[in-house]
C-alpha cells in the first residue's frame, strides 16, 4: 500500500526565514512518482512540481527548492526566505506505478508572520 | 480555460437529502477522480473513473454513488446526507489512469450538513 506521511501539522514562521516541510512516502513500486501541492486561503489545489522515481536530482526554483533522497524515503520541500504570500497548506502525493491512485499525506499548514 | 469545473461551489442540506455533485472537464481526459477534504485529513479518494464506463471505490467510498455520464462528466451523488459527509469536495481529471503527469482539480464544492 502507498502512503504518505508529513509529520509538520502546522508551522509558523517570521517572514524572510527559510522553511523546510518533510514528507515521507512508502510504496513497494520501483517506479512511483512524488508531487507537492499547494492549497492557499483561497482553496484551489495549485501543482508546485512532480519528480519520478529514477531522477534524484534535486530541484530548484526561485525560492523553492526540493529534495529527493530514496535511501530514506523522503521529498522534501525547503522555502528560502519565505513571504507572507507563501502561507498556504502543502500537500506532499504519492503515485504508485500502472492505475494506482494518487495518495496525498495530511498537509502542513505553514503560516509566514511579516 | 474551464480546465475541470464543478457545480456548485457551496451547498447546504439537512441530514437526510440527497444530492449531486457535478463535475465537468473539457480536457478531454480519459480518467476522472473524486475526492473529499478534511480538516487534518489531507484529500481522501471517493471514488474514480479511470475511463468512460468503469468506475471504482478509492479509499472512503460508503455513502456515495458515482457515474461516468460521458467521457467529459463524473458525478458525485449523497443519496442520504449525513453531517459525517460535511466536508470539501474536489473533483480531478487526467489524461490516463496511469500517467505520471499531475491531476488537474477544480475549485472544489463546500458542502455542509445540518
Known amino acids: 500500500a502507498q502512503k504518505v506521511t508529513q509529520a509538520q501539522t502546522e508551522i509558523s514562521v517570521v517572514e524572510k526565514e527559510d522553511v523546510t516541510l518533510d514528507c515521507v512516502y512508502e510504496?513497494?513500486?520501483?517506479?512511483?512518482?512524488l508531487f507537492w501541492y499547494k492549497q492557499p486561503p483561497s482553496g484551489e489545489l495549485v501543482f508546485l512540481i512532480r519528480r519520478n522515481s529514477f531522477d534524484e536530482q534535486n530541484e530548484i526554483s526561485g525560492r523553492y527548492s526540493w529534495n529527493f533522497q530514496k535511501s530514506t524515503s523522503s521529498f522534501n520541500f525547503t522555502i528560502t526566505a519565505s513571504q507572507v504570500v507563501d502561507s498556504a497548506v502543502y500537500f506532499c502525493a504519492l503515485k504508485g506505478s500502472g492505475n494506482t491512485p494518487l495518495v496525498f499525506g495530511k498537509g502542513t499548514r505553514l503560516s509566514v508572520i511579516a | 480555460n474551464a480546465g475541470v469545473t464543478q457545480t456548485p461551489k457551496f451547498q447546504v442540506l439537512k441530514t437526510g437529502q440527497s444530492m449531486t455533485l457535478q463535475c465537468a472537464q473539457d480536457?478531454?481526459?480519459?480518467?476522472m477522480y473524486w475526492y473529499r477534504q478534511d480538516p487534518g485529513m489531507g484529500l481522501r479518494l471517493i471514488y474514480y473513473?479511470?475511463?468512460?464506463?468503469?468506475?471504482d471505490k478509492g479509499e472512503v467510498p460508503n455513502g456515495y454513488n458515482v457515474s461516468r455520464l460521458n467521457k467529459r462528466e463524473f458525478s458525485l451523488r449523497l443519496e442520504s446526507a449525513a453531517p459525517s459527509q460535511t466536508s470539501v469536495y474536489f473533483c480531478a481529471s487526467i489524461w490516463s489512469a496511469d500517467s505520471n503527469q499531475p491531476q488537474h482539480f477544480g475549485d472544489g464544492t463546500r458542502l455542509s450538513i445540518l
Open positions: 473513473s479511470a475511463s468512460e464506463g468503469t468506475t
Open positions: 510504496t513497494r513500486d520501483t517506479t512511483y512518482y
Open positions: 480536457m478531454n481526459h480519459n480518467s
